[in-house]
């Protein structure tokens, strides 16, 4: 079974501009999440989707979005970039809605803004 | 608010060592208990989970983690060290609010085990 897909893995933007990173869930798993890595903050929610319905987000400003499609697979967007959003974006997806479920992560897409 | 603690950043351990990675938590209600490794440059891959029942539970790669509800700990454990478990080491508790549930991980302990 195919992992958890994170494209693209590597990008580097300027401050200002926009990005979107994907992610494509292990199948079957509906449930998918976001968080962000940095050194200092650590690992911090973004947001999580269940069904195309964003169920849960963190504590991040409103330049952070998220969208989940009909097959799961999940973009967010971050816009007007700033140098303090440079941190490695990770995906994970769940296959249960329930707070049992293990979440299985991608590799990341790591995200330099110059 | 639902936290999670990792005591030490870093813990040195020899080859065959007995390793521990400490984590303390703090959650209302029940406490669902994840542990995760991360390799560099990669993702974080699942270790084990407490969800309920016996404290002691086993996971991947040899390794267990005890769950203690009088002292809100969980903390991870192997026998004998690999070098190759050198790694960062993160400890989570599932949170729960009303809209859904997410992970609140802790800082992270580097590992580094030692030939």
């Known amino acids: 079974k195919a992992g958890v897909t994170q494209t693209p893995r590597y990008l580097i ?4 501009q926009q990005v979107t990173l994907s992610c494509s869930p292990i199948s079957g798993h509906r449930s998918v999440s976001w968080y962000q890595q940095t050194p200092g903050q650590g690992l911090q929610f973004l947001f999580e989707y269940f069904s195309e319905t964003q169920r849960n987000k963190g504590n991040f400003p409103g330049r952070f979005s998220g969208r989940q499609f009909s097959n799961s697979r999940s973009e967010m967007n971050v816009s007007t970039l700033e140098l303090g959003d440079s941190a490695l974006y990770l995906c994970a997806s769940s296959s249960t809605n329930f707070p049992t479920g293990e979440l299985f992560f991608g590799e990341g897409s790591r995200l330099t803004v110059l | 608010a639902q936290s999670v603690a990792q005591p030490e950043d870093q813990v040195n ?3 065959g060592n007995p390793l521990t990675v400490k984590c303390t ?3 209302s209600g029940n406490p669902y208990l994840f542990w995760y490794v991360q390799y560099p440059n990669r993702g974080l891959q699942f270790l084990l989970k407490y969800i309920t029942g016996d404290n002691l539970v086993k996971g991947s790669y040899g390794f267990e983690a ?9 903390h991870l454990k192997k026998p004998s060290a690999l070098v190759s478990d050198s790694a960062l080491y993160f400890c989570a508790v599932r949170a ?3 809209a859904g549930t997410a ?3 802790g800082k992270g302990t580097t590992l580094s085990v030692s030939s």
């Open chain 1, 13 to 16: 933007k300027t401050r200002g």
């Open chain 2, 66 to 74: 005890e769950f203690n509800k009088s002292q809100t700990s969980f």
């Open chain 2, 13 to 15: 351990v020899a080859e």
């Open chain 2, 103 to 105: 992970l609140i991980f």
């Open chain 2, 25 to 27: 938590y703090s959650v």
């Open chain 2, 96 to 98: 729960i609010n009303q």
